[in-house]
Nanobody, 125 residues
């Protein structure tokens, strides 16, 4: 069974930073692409960014480009989402997903086969 566990969410003021973590079971991490999505109240889940299986390729939504960075630590089986210059509109539950297509860095949520439980990020103005 594949397991993904997010952590690192919280309350932060606008302009601040947070780093989210997504710990994955070993087999998942080494053979899957990893993506981050978010869902605000009353809105659909939206793509934030993704990394191919080895971190060689990354992609970001235009709304976060230049502010958010995805990285992977193979030794810890963990993918990170570093979020800087946070804005109130970044408030959402953030989810990580794992895609069996290990080169996939796209925005289609149905391409991600496994999901974590989510972590809340709240940015105050």
């Amino acid at each position: 069974q594949v397991q993904l566990v997010e952590s690192g969410g919280g309350l932060v003021q606008a302009g601040g930073s947070l780093r989210l973590s997504c710990a994955a079971s070993g087999r998942t991490f080494r053979t899957h692409a990893m993506g981050w999505f978010r869902q605000a109240p009353g809105k659909e889940r939206e793509f934030v960014g993704a990394s191919s299986w080895n971190g060689g390729s990354t992609a970001y939504a235009d709304s976060v480009k230049g502010r958010f960075t995805i990285s992977r630590d193979s030794a810890k089986n963990t993918v990170y989402l570093q979020m800087n210059s946070l804005k109130p509109e970044d408030t959402a539950v953030y989810y990580c997903g794992a895609a069996t297509d290990r080169s996939y860095t796209g925005s289609y949520s149905h391409k991600y086969d496994y999901w974590g439980q989510g972590t809340q990020v709240t940015v105050s103005s």
